[in-house]
């Protein structure tokens, strides 16, 4: 993985955790921003401004890519890099918990 994607993207903002989430399936940003409100019961709401201007950096960073235009709408898909991303994510969010449950436990 490319230092500057690791740097971005290693911890990631919720924003970009969201979006690359929602991104597993082919979608297009408000349907993205639509699903971030049904998976997170309405606790985050991205305006449209975060959500084309993220999309915009994202797909330039190689981390998401336009699949194609629909009804004027561009439909966006995570790309493996995208994918390898997350999952980096996932295991930090996973090692943050874990840590935090073993302290708790103390």
Do not use: C, W
């Amino acid at each position: 993985m490319d230092a500057h994607i690791e740097k971005v993207y290693v911890p990631m903002t919720e924003t970009a955790f969201y979006i690359l989430l929602s991104l597993r399936e082919t979608n297009h940003g408000y349907g993205i921003a639509q699903n971030v409100r049904r998976i997170t019961n309405d606790e985050i709401q991205l305006s449209p401004g975060t959500v084309y201007g993220s999309l915009s950096k994202m797909e330039k960073d190689k981390v998401i890519m336009f699949i194609a235009e629909e009804e004027k709408r561009k439909m966006y898909r995570i790309t493996e890099l995208g994918e390898e991303v997350l999952k980096l994510e996932l295991n930090r969010i996973e090692r943050l918990y874990k840590t935090a449950q073993a302290a708790l436990e103390e």
